[in-house]
């Protein structure tokens, strides 16, 4: 909430990267309010969230959507980035606040739309075949169909650009080298760069890696729900635990570690203040 409340009221923050940082906390927040929701479910019933129930659809859809929201935002990110690097020395493209309000509409449609299959009928209700034994009523073959999919796009893609702007800042800095200028700004980037980019990797591996790892568990398992308690379920509850803790690292590598955000932050108080002593004068 402090990282959207910020961006919003600075005025010179609303940039195409900024508007992505702006909605990758929304998709955090939405994350964390559905995880809650469910947690709720959890000590007031936990039947249902072992055994399944209708009421767990749509906590489970919303929490579904806004994973996938994320994980769209981050690789969004990402081209970002690596469009902001590789274009920067060409004037025939640029990323416009205009392309980023697009993408963000792109990454939300799809995320519900995908998320929302269940609420739709593919659930596995009326069906003892196929069911789910971590996310019941979700059936299994619905699971591997988001889970294979987007756990490939949330790695690959951001390893490519993140790759590709570490080699050009790499080449532009041996470039300027060569010419006797200065590589300074150059390689103090090349290195916030991969800094960041390890951060990002290590972030998502812990977080996303114990799910796929269940998803892939439920697919293969042919046991019922009474034989794998608690085990199996305390595992499911620590992989929630993880997701949550991306949404809290995500601010941290992308938005709150900016010293930008922090001054701006520090600048709303004294906006304020100056205001209130120009009214008084």
């Given amino acids: 909430c402090t990282v959207i409340f ?7 923050l609303h940039k195409p990267i900024s508007i992505l940082f702006c909605n990758l906390a929304f998709s955090d927040l939405f994350t964390s309010f559905s995880g809650f929701w469910i947690s709720m479910l959890f000590i007031t019933n936990p039947d249902i969230t072992i055994f399944g129930s209708k009421d767990m659809l749509a906590p489970y859809a919303l929490y579904t959507t806004s994973i996938l929201s994320t994980i769209y935002n981050l690789v969004s990110i990402g081209i970002e980035r690596y469009l902001a690097v590789a274009e920067s020395m060409r004037t025939r493209f640029r990323v416009a606040r ?24 593919w659930n596995c209700l009326h069906t003892e075949k196929n069911v789910s ?16 999919p987007n756990v490939v796009v949330a790695f ?9 702007i570490i080699i050009i800042l790499r080449k532009r800095k041996l470039r300027m080298k060569a010419c006797g200028q200065a590589t300074g700004t150059y390689k103090s980037a090349e290195i916030q760069v991969a800094r960041t980019s390890i951060f990002i ?9 114990p799910f796929f790892a269940g998803v892939i568990f439920d697919a293969t398992n042919h046991q019922c729900h009474i034989d794998l308690y608690p085990g199996v379920y305390i595992f499911r509850n620590c992989t929630a635990m993880l997701i949550t803790m991306n949404c809290l690292g995500n601010p941290i590598i992308y938005t709150l570690k900016l010293k930008t955000l922090g001054t701006k932050l520090k ?15």
């Fill in 98 to 121: 205009n392309h980023s309000i697009a993408v963000v509409l792109i990454n939300w449609i799809l995320a519900f739309f995908l998320g929302c299959l269940p609420l739709m009928g």
């Fill in 6 to 12: 910020t961006r919003m009221a600075t005025k010179d």
């Fill in 156 to 164: 690959i893609i951001p390893l490519f650009t993140y790759l590709r």
């Fill in 133 to 148: 034994v971590l996310y019941s009523p979700f059936c299994v073959n619905y699971l591997i169909f988001i889970a294979i």
């Fill in 201 to 209: 990797w290590l972030l998502a591996l812990i977080s996303y890696a």
């Fill in 267 to 281: 600048a709303l108080k004294c906006l304020s203040t100056n205001r209130i002593r120009a009214c008084t004068i």
